[in-house]
């Protein structure tokens, strides 16, 4: 397919659907079931809702998540889990470490955290204390796969076990729900989900950078080797060392980098991806503390945050199963085209918590991950 057919595809479904501003929709007071279904769902469009959305949730209504002594009396024993990085970017591309063979395109690798299982308090302490930029590692409270069900089920009183119009609306209960702890290091590479995704900020704001599926020729798709940090250490705040995974085993990510750390980066990044850089702006939002935003399913998304006074941000996002109908069959069939600015590869994507210790080289990567 030429490239100036799907050019014409990114034009059009904006066009005809989702907007040429690049903001998302935002709505003063929650949707009834119909409307979401039909103006958000059904349309794969993102929005997002007010505070009044969340108001009756002791989470807001009372700062509850605000207060650290609440937290850690509410959770006292609790033994939750900590990604720990060099960086803050779990699940992301970095260099391959020295020794390793050097065939991945660029050079890279598709690294992912050390997870240590701490204490909630002393895990509340880590992500404090390396939010610092002098800190060589960062902790993000980041566990997917019902995390906050599970290990944060204490705090379950403070918000609603599941979003009761999107419940509605989708007709089904969430999958998954998970609790997100992060500094202001922590940030998330461009992925997708195969998820209804409704998340809420209670404390602190995220930044969103979004793209339709329409798009995702845009990020240049390629498949890395896979590695992991590791420690040698029993302490909690060992040196990582990045370990290539063996056996080899192969991950389909996002090649951008929408925030390159130098200029030099961002010449090479915009050389190398010029789809990305030269195209149309992605969506891009803030939510705030109450506010929901509804990611539509395989909506490709980068997330950074800023953290509240205390130095932290919280949310919590609902994961409600999608629909794999016709719309499933039209994305599956787009990614697997290629033209000159892209890589021959399809372009199956996986999300943002898969433990690569649990995959083998042929497995539809896919289904292993939920975030």
């Known amino acids: 397919m030429a490239e100036g057919q799907v050019r014409d595809l990114w ?5 005809l659907g989702l907007g040429i501003s690049g903001e998302v929709e935002r709505l003063e007071s929650p949707p009834s079931p119909l409307v979401f279904l039909r103006d958000f769902v059904a349309a794969n469009k993102p929005c997002i809702i007010s505070r009044a959305a969340t108001l009756h949730w002791p989470a807001v209504a009372r700062s509850l998540w605000s207060d650290d002594s609440y937290l850690c009396q509410a959770l006292d024993g609790c033994d939750v889990s900590v990604h720990l990085t060099p960086h803050g970017r779990a699940d992301s591309l970095v260099p391959i470490p020295p020794g390793a063979p050097g065939d991945a395109p660029r050079g890279l690798c598709f690294a992912s955290a050390f997870v240590r299982t701490m204490e909630f308090q002393e895990a509340l302490r880590i992500i404090y204390s390396t939010g610092s930029p002098s800190s060589p590692v960062v902790a993000y409270a980041q566990q997917q796969n019902d ?3 599970a290990e944060y089920s204490a705090l379950s009183a403070d918000v609603e076990p599941h979003i009761p119009w999107a419940t509605e609306a989708l007709g089904c209960l969430p999958e998954a729900v998970n609790l997100w702890i992060g500094n202001g290091r922590s940030e998330t590479s ?14 602190g704001e995220k930044h969103f950078l979004l793209l339709p599926p329409t798009e995702v020729h845009r990020l240049y798709v390629r498949s890395y080797p896979a590695a992991q940090y590791v420690t040698s250490s029993s302490s ?65 998304h980068h997330v950074s945050q800023t953290p509240d006074s205390n130095g932290r941000t919280i949310a ?29 590869e399809p372009s199956r994507m ?10 083998s080289e042929d497995s539809e990567l896919e289904s292993t991950r939920k975030g």
């Open 350 to 359: 996986i999300c943002n918590s898969c433990d690569v210790s649990d995959l």
């Open 11 to 15: 034009r059009e479904a904006r066009e």
């Open 236 to 300: 909690e705040m060992g040196e990582l060392k990045l370990e290539m995974v063996e056996p080899k085993i192969l991950v389909p990510w996002c090649s951008v980098d929408p925030y390159p750390p130098s200029p030099e980066v961002m010449a090479d990044q915009r050389t190398s991806f010029p789809l990305y850089f030269n195209g149309p702006k992605p969506f891009q939002c803030t939510v705030k503390a109450g506010e929901i935003l509804y990611l539509p399913s395989m909506w490709l």
């Open 147 to 149: 995390c906050f069900r």
């Open 190 to 203: 461009f992925h997708k989900d195969h998820y209804e995704n409704l998340y809420v900020v209670v404390t």
């Open 316 to 344: 919590i996002n609902y994961w409600y199963d999608m629909v794999f109908d016709i719309k499933y069959a039209y994305f599956n069939f787009l990614q697997s085209i290629s033209f000159s600015h892209c890589t021959n």
